[in-house]
């Protein structure tokens, strides 16, 4: 094979082409040096092991799933804002279904970049329910309910194949998560507080 010349990032970038195409099953170090016309020994020198590239895909993926949602973000606020951000976290998903479920895996130490992603990705869905009026700790649970039911909504869209009704079930899902946890339904009104 001809030697070529390797580098973390470009190992990261093939293994991700891989896993977008074949699904992060499919990852492994034989094929990820075959695409690179290197041998499976070579990819040692940058990568730990197939855990560690799998580590890495999950660290980009992660990273590019929270620039999309955060993106989306610019420009709008409050409802719109969410809703924004959860078409776009939904689309990337159903883009890049492997990929994204590299975005899963939980971090190797506490404190890792992986970790660090994903309590940014949260970041990002707790600013816009604290410009609703949430306290920090409540748009925080409110990000971590809202992450857990576009997640939901999506692996079954996933799991089951897109259908035309899949966009007027989500803008319900959307809907009820705003309902639930700011108090506003979907007109705009306040709902009052249950009873205890």
Do not use: W
């Not at 999950?58 to 955060?70: D, G, H, K, M, S």
């Not at 990705?121 to 920090?136: H, K, M």
Request: charged share 15%.
């Amino acid at each position: 094979m001809a030697k070529r010349s390797l580098s973390v990032v470009g190992v990261t970038k093939a293994a991700m082409v891989l896993v977008d195409q074949n699904g992060l099953r499919a990852l492994n170090l034989s094929a990820v040096a075959e695409t690179l016309t290197v041998g499976p020994s070579a990819l040692y020198t940058h990568v730990d092991g197939l855990a560690g590239l799998r580590h890495l895909v999950a660290i980009a993926a992660t990273n590019e799933l929270t620039t999309e949602v955060r993106n989306a973000a610019i420009g709008v606020a409050g409802r719109p804002a969410l809703n924004a951000m959860s078409s776009a976290y939904r689309n990337y998903a159903l883009r890049h279904p492997g990929l994204y479920q590299s975005t899963l895996m939980p971090p190797v130490s506490s404190g890792d970049e992986l970790g660090q992603l994903n309590q940014e990705l949260l970041n990002v869905f707790a600013i816009v329910y604290q410009s609703a009026g949430l306290d920090v700790p409540h748009a925080q649970r409110a990000a971590r309910c809202t992450r857990t039911a576009i997640h939901g909504f999506v692996t079954l869209e996933i799991t089951t194949g897109s259908s035309p009704q899949h966009d007027q079930h989500f803008r319900e899902l959307l809907d009820t998560l705003a309902a639930g946890i700011t108090g506003v339904n979907p007109t705009g009104d306040q709902i009052p507080p249950q009873k205890q």
